[in-house]
């Protein structure tokens, strides 16, 4: 069965909370999954992903950070959300026994989505003057990685994602 999306264990450093954000969101991504396997409905939907951007644009704007640099942030949530649904996908394809059981509804977790990404854009406002190109902030990067790695127990799956989510940050 999936996970229950729960708050993130803090990860250590200035980017921490923000990682801690980026964590529970690939933990939505396995209730996702959960609502789309079995029932034909595609992992791909273009439409509200559109949205999705266009939304944190527009509002990345007004919370005075850049929008096109805030879309490419939410371009890897999404992508590493698949990446999550993907591999859950296979799995479960592959051992019916692990399938979850229940059918969590996609409008609900689209709302628990819909707050993360508040959250998600407070904490890009918070960050803003560590996300830079510099060592340090890489530096910071690897260090939230690492640490939600261990306290979250994430496995490869979700190492992949975590990869894929944070590969814009700095
Ligand atoms: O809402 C969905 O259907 C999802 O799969 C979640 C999500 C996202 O991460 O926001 C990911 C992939 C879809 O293309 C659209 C959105």
Request: charged fraction near 30%.
């Amino acid at each position: 069965a999936p996970r229950q999306p729960a708050p993130a264990a803090a990860a250590a450093g200035r980017l921490g909370p923000l990682t801690d954000l980026v964590v529970e969101r690939l933990f939505v991504g396995d209730e996702v999954a959960a609502a789309k396997f079995g029932t034909g409905k595609p992992i791909d939907d273009p439409a509200r992903e559109e949205q999705e951007l266009a939304e944190v644009r527009e509002r990345a704007g007004a919370l005075g950070i850049d929008p096109e640099r805030t879309a490419r942030f939410f371009r890897d949530q999404i992508e590493a959300s698949k990446v999550v649904q993907r591999g859950l996908f296979a799995r479960w394809t592959a051992h019916p026994g692990e399938a979850p059981t229940t059918r969590p509804d996609l409008a609900v977790i689209r709302e628990e989505l819909d707050a993360l990404t508040t959250r998600l854009l407070d904490q890009l406002v918070a960050t803003e003057p560590a996300r830079d190109a510099s060592i340090a902030c890489r530096v910071s990067a690897a260090e939230a990685a690492v640490s939600a790695v261990v306290l979250d127990r994430l496995d490869a799956l979700h190492r992949n994602a975590l990869r894929t989510a944070l590969h814009s940050l700095c």
